[in-house]
């Protein structure tokens, strides 16, 4: 079975320093990831997704993300903050035919003036 | 943004009282999906639906039932509210192909006293 862990569940960052937010996943099957985020009192919105194409990973907003096998790691990055960027973040990951996800419990980024 | 409407959007009932949530699109998607989410747990799966009147258990089942007789509505039943089912509420709805991101509706706000 499929599972998501997300280190940290809150993470601080000063306006314009690098975002780092890690998720690292198991999976018996090469695995579809996902990093969602959501803003304060509204639903999820797809930031970036893996779906085996390429490692590197860029999404909207600036983010992007490396699949790392060897690791087992999906971590999502961003070079230099901003205050918009402040709402939880979720890791996800799909079984084998996409029919479901498995979230991690979230991390809440809080940008720092 | 994805056509996916959930209603209500927030309500208050009494322990022991039947509750329906509906989740509405526009996209016709073949697949739906019903989450909870609480703090410290990401969103989980209660039911998801592949087809009309084909629906399957998720990870939080027990107590929530669901049907689907419209390939745009997908309905969340609590048969008898109780107060571990106060969380907010999420629809997704997926597209066919296995690489198919879930994209989500706005939530509902459940609070059971």
């Known amino acids: 079975a499929q599972s998501v862990t997300q280190l940290g569940s809150h993470v601080s960052v000063s306006e314009g320093a690098l975002v780092l937010l890690r998720c690292n996943y198991s999976?018996?099957?090469?695995?579809?990831l996902f990093w969602y985020v959501q803003y304060p009192n509204q639903g999820l919105q797809l930031l970036l997704k893996?779906?085996?194409?390429?490692?590197l990973v860029k999404g909207i907003n600036g983010f992007e993300a490396e699949f790392k096998k060897s690791e087992t790691s999906f971590h999502l990055t961003k070079p230099s903050a901003h205050m918009s960027d402040a709402a939880e973040y979720f890791c996800?990951?799909?079984?084998?035919?996409?029919?479901?996800?498995?979230f991690g419990a979230g991390t809440i980024l809080r940008v720092k003036s | 943004d994805a056509g996916i409407t959930q209603s209500p959007r927030h309500k208050v009932t009494e322990t022991g009282t039947p509750v329906t949530l509906r989740c509405h699109q526009t996209?016709?998607?073949?697949?739906m999906y019903w989450y909870r989410q609480d703090p410290g747990h990401g969103l989980r799966l209660i039911h998801y639906?592949?087809?009309?009147?084909?629906?399957d258990k998720g990870e939080v089942s027990d107590g929530y039932s669901v049907s689907r007789s419209k390939t745009e509505d997908f309905l969340l039943t609590l048969e008898s509210a109780t107060s571990s089912q106060t969380s907010v509420y999420f629809c997704?709805?997926?597209?066919?192909?296995?690489?198919?991101?879930?994209?989500f509706g706005p939530g509902t706000r459940l609070l059971v006293l």
């Open positions: 997704a709805i997926r597209g066919q192909g296995v690489q198919e991101t879930q994209y």
């Open positions: 999976s018996s099957v090469p695995p579809y």
């Open positions: 893996y779906t085996s194409a390429a490692t």
């Open positions: 996800a990951v799909s079984d084998g035919d996409g029919n479901k996800l498995v």
């Open positions: 996209e016709n998607h073949r697949y």
């Open positions: 639906s592949y087809g009309v009147k084909d629906t």
